[in-house]
């Protein structure tokens, strides 16, 4: 009995007493800024003793910080109570049964003052699986020593590049990952139509989705196009334009305070616009961010639940502008000088973007999806300026098989 009690001692010594207030894991990931770990310590506080928080930072690659999560909520890993999902995992996710789903107050306040748009990415079936932490947005930016007014169409701006003398690049993100289905997902949108229609469902309309491909294969065959266009991305992007060799460029929000820091002769020159159009529909630019989950196997959900309520409420999103300049989900937000400091100029933009924003499909199937369009699609060369009809059928009969998990992983 008496070395029952020691053990029992000793074992409360390591790892805190059960009955004692629970430290809560914080999967998500890792902000250069300290989003996570400011936020985290704040609620904490806030908490007064009713629970902890500790991050375990992930991978800001999407697919390491995806692979880690599910081998744990496979496994039925119950170390994990709160999650950063990428906008893409929700519904793959929730349909796993990995993710509670949000009920009564806490559902009402997790949705309160949320872009519509972004409330799509954090739920599944009807249901809401996650808070929204924080979204982003494209926008066209551009040259203004160069080019006098942005143009309004995907079409308009290769003209205008292939005439300009110099630096008449557009850059975008076309290497073989997930920023090249947010591109060709935000132009099949735009021209009318959507990949999906239901979780298992493919729509691509034929005319409006060739009309998207065409967009690729001109920009891909046309002298604006970037030599290193296949192997694109955000931060090659970025590069390029603070280098002075493009005059357009589809980015993120965090072009901007990058070229400031990094070539402020660029930044001076450096305009915002919205994303382009494809036909006469309007555009509808890309939405990522973050949601916040409480796992199925936490053994400290209601804390769980309170605390992501905290992590993604409007202080917490206000702290991610500041730190690591992430647009809000709240759409109040917007007026905050916060906000407005760290988008001069174009804050009101960027809420627009969000507002007239279109998801990447919600399906379980996403990354069988999303490795069907890279497969079909890439490299962006082997799409025709025109005559795509070969690459459409193509991409319909590989999204045909993948919403049906046939195979393609």
Same mark, same amino acid.
């Given at each position: ?22 430290? %809560? ?138 005439? &300009? ?47 998207? &491909? ?14 290193? %266009? ?146 079909? %699609? ?32």
């Amino acid at each position: 009995m008496l070395a029952s009690a020691l053990a029992g001692v000793v074992l409360s010594a390591c790892g805190g007493s059960s009955s004692g207030p629970p430290q %809560l894991t914080f999967f998500v990931a890792i902000q250069p800024g300290g989003t996570i770990e400011a936020t985290a310590e704040r609620c904490t506080q806030e908490a007064h003793g009713k629970y902890s928080i500790k991050p375990e930072l992930l991978p800001n690659d999407a697919s390491q910080a995806r692979e880690q999560l599910v081998r744990r909520l496979g496994a039925k890993d119950s170390s994990i109570d709160i999650i950063g999902l990428d906008v893409i995992l929700t519904s793959e996710f929730a349909n796993a049964g990995w993710i509670a789903p949000w009920t009564g107050r806490q559902k009402v306040e997790a949705s309160k003052n949320v872009f519509p748009s972004v409330l799509k990415t954090a739920s599944f079936e009807g249901e809401l699986y996650a808070s929204p932490f924080n979204t982003n947005t494209q926008v066209l930016w551009y040259r203004k020593d160069l080019v006098p007014k942005p143009p309004e169409t995907w079409d308009q701006m290769i003209k205008v590049a292939e005439e &300009l003398p110099e630096a008449g690049q557009i850059q975008v993100q076309a290497e073989r990952y997930e920023g090249y289905t947010v591109w060709v997902n935000a132009l099949i949108e735009s021209a009318g139509t959507s990949i999906l229609s239901g979780p298992e469902e493919v729509e691509l309309e034929q005319r409006p989705t060739e009309e998207a &491909l065409e967009v690729i294969g001109r920009l891909a065959h046309s002298s604006a196009a970037s030599p290193e %266009l296949p192997t694109s991305n955000e931060d090659s992007a970025r590069l390029a334009f603070e280098a002075g060799k493009a005059a357009f460029m589809t980015n993120y929000t965090f072009a901007f305070a990058s070229a400031k820091e990094n070539a402020p002769e660029i930044n001076e020159n450096m305009g915002a616009a919205p994303f382009p159009r494809v036909n006469s529909n309007p555009a509808k630019p890309p939405l990522g961010g973050f949601n916040l989950a409480v796992s199925a196997y936490s053994g400290h959900q209601q804390q769980a639940f309170e605390a992501a309520l905290c992590l993604s409420g409007e202080e917490s999103e206000l702290t991610a502008v500041e730190l690591d300049g992430l647009p809000p989900s709240h759409e109040n937000l917007y007026t905050n000088p916060v906000v407005g400091k760290a988008f001069p100029g174009f804050a009101g933009l960027v809420r627009e973007e969000v507002e007239a924003a279109g998801p990447r499909p919600v399906t379980p199937a996403y990354q069988d999806v999303t490795s069907a369009i890279q497969r079909a %699609l890439h490299p962006p060369e082997s799409i025709p300026a025109e005559g795509v009809e070969g690459k459409y059928d193509e991409l319909k009969e590989d999204l045909e098989q993948a919403v049906k998990r046939e195979g393609l992983l």
